[in-house]
């Protein structure tokens, strides 16, 4: 079965721009996470959908950061404006059930460089 | 909330030595516990899991045992080879439902 698809792969913008990453979810995957990922750091969960509806966003900064998925299938994810500190690598990841013990499977990510 | 220690990198070993990556976390309830393995290049994937206590996950040569008394997951295999080299995170979920992962532990395997 094809993966989680990421794109882009790589995007460098300069501070106060605006960016979008999209994520396609493995087909038939609930559950969908948005993770960032410093350099030496692991990934840290900014926000996670259930279909179409949001579990948690508790660690989103929400004055720049927005996401949707959109039927419950493909998401975005927008920095809007974008600051130094948010160059990072961001993950897409998808779960084939709910809220439970379950596997995630990862997207090869997007690197943001902000200038 | 939640947080997962694991040891400081990197860990280099010639080929057919003991691997053990130590893992701590902190959590209310009963956590599931997994290792994630990151190859160069490459996303991150499911090495292996335990979701109650004494529960021993395996693969792929590498296990790991749910030691709740202790509170940690450490992950062992008892002869790497060149090709186990990559980058090793520890993660929880927990009652909020919300995964948790460690900072990772480089891992450099020589021959």
């Known amino acids: 079965e094809a993966g989680v698809a990421q794109s882009p792969r790589y995007k460098i913008i300069e501070k106060r721009q605006s960016v979008a990453f999209w994520c396609n979810p493995i087909?038939?995957?609930?559950?969908l996470y948005w993770y960032q990922q410093i350099l030496g750091q692991g990934p840290k969960l900014l926000i996670q959908?259930?279909?179409?509806?949001?579990?948690?966003d508790s660690q989103l900064p929400k004055d720049r950061f927005s996401a949707e998925r959109l039927k419950g299938v493909d998401s975005t994810l927008k920095i809007q404006p974008a600051k130094l500190e948010d160059s990072a690598v961001y993950l897409c990841?998808?779960?084939?059930?709910?809220?439970?013990?379950?596997?995630?499977?990862f997207g090869p990510g997007t690197r943001l460089t902000v200038l | 909330g939640d947080s997962v220690t694991q040891m400081e990198g990197p860990v280099t070993l010639s080929e057919e030595a003991f691997l053990t990556i130590n893992c701590t976390y902190t959590?209310?309830?009963?956590?599931?516990l997994f290792w994630y393995v990151q190859y160069p290049g490459e996303g991150l994937q499911l090495l292996l899991k335990?979701?109650?206590?004494?529960d021993k996950g395996s693969n792929k040569g590498f296990e790991a045992t749910y030691r709740k008394e202790t509170t940690s997951f450490h992950l062992e295999k008892g002869s790497v080879q060149v090709s186990d080299s990559a980058v090793y995170f520890c993660?929880?979920?927990?009652?909020?439902?919300?995964?948790?992962f460690g900072r990772g532990t480089s891992l450099i395997v020589h021959p």
């Open positions: 959908f259930q279909n179409n509806g949001v579990v948690d």
């Open positions: 087909s038939g995957h609930a559950t």
């Open positions: 990841a998808s779960s084939p059930e709910g809220q439970t013990y379950n596997e995630q499977f």
């Open positions: 335990a979701t109650k206590a004494d």
């Open positions: 959590a209310t309830g009963y956590p599931s």
């Open positions: 993660a929880l979920i927990g009652g909020s439902y919300i995964p948790t």
